[in-house]
Nanobody, 127 residues
């Protein structure tokens, strides 16, 4: 029903930057939040950053605050994840997802709240 397509992953040295994109199409929610999650081998999937389309609220994981930022292109239904000062521990498959927003500034951290997911894009940070 909802199609999410990530792009922009790759290999980068520690201290470098990458920008990931997530484009949404199909029968999207009228009011929604967009979230980024990541999963490293042998680790649980974890919340990275989330954004409310309607309220403009951004929620950060402590591990990325000050290094990662989020921006949007509303006309293209696209959200961008700008990743700066990358560390080897940032290495993971990154997923974008969308959740129905029940109220203004609804930005859940739990992956169970997100209904549709992208295919993931690999980010590898070398030391």
């Amino acid at each position: 029903q909802v199609q999410l397509v990530e792009s922009g992953g790759g290999l980068v040295q520690a201290g470098g930057s990458l920008r990931l994109s997530c484009a949404a199409s199909g029968r999207t929610f009228s009011y929604s939040a967009m979230g980024w999650f990541r999963q490293a081998p042998g680790k649980e999937r974890e919340f990275v950053i989330g954004f409310s389309w309607s309220g403009g609220t951004t929620v950060y994981a402590d591990s990325v605050k000050g290094r990662f930022t989020i921006s949007t292109d509303n006309a293209k239904n696209t959200v961008y994840l700008q990743m700066n000062s990358l560390k080897p521990e940032d290495t993971a498959v990154y997923y974008c997802a969308t959740a129905r927003a029940y109220y203004a500034n609804y930005v859940p951290r739990a992956q169970s709240e997100y209904s549709y997911w992208g295919q993931g894009t690999q980010v590898t940070v070398s030391s």
